[in-house]
């Protein structure tokens, strides 16, 4: 079982930038993979940024050259560094921890992000 908690969302002014973070406790040794995911004021939620247990990153299209996806192992943290940040960036913003196998998956309560025009 694992238990995700974000944090670091608020009301940023476009072009500006906000870092999340997402602390992580549990079976952390079980994770094979975390992401960030967003869901908009009436939208589906939708896939942003992922990182593999080996390091590995990948970006949705709309998000690449702007967010940076890490973590600090030493603290039990995800981050989520988002830069240029437009209007449509607007949404809440979820971890995901997903176990070795897919047996399980797990997501925290979400952070919203605001940004102005």
């Known amino acids: 079982q694992v238990q995700l908690v974000e944090s670091g969302g608020g009301l940023v002014q476009a072009g500006g930038s906000l870092r999340l973070s997402c602390t992580v406790s549990?079976?952390?040794?079980?994770?094979?993979?975390m992401a960030w995911y967003r869901q908009a004021p009436g939208e589906q939620r939708e896939w942003v940024a992922s990182?593999?247990?080996?390091?590995?990153?990948n970006y949705a299209n709309s998000v690449k050259g702007r967010f940076t996806i890490s973590r600090d192992n030493a603290k039990n943290t995800l981050y989520l560094h988002m830069t240029s940040l437009k209007p449509e960036d607007t949404a809440v913003y979820y971890c995901?921890?997903?176990?070795?196998?897919?047996?399980?998956?797990?997501w925290g309560q979400g952070t919203l992000v605001t940004v102005s025009s």
């Open positions: 549990g079976s952390i040794f079980s994770i094979a993979v």
């Open positions: 990182l593999t247990s080996s390091g590995s990153t």
């Open positions: 995901k921890a997903v176990s070795m196998g897919h047996i399980s998956e797990s």
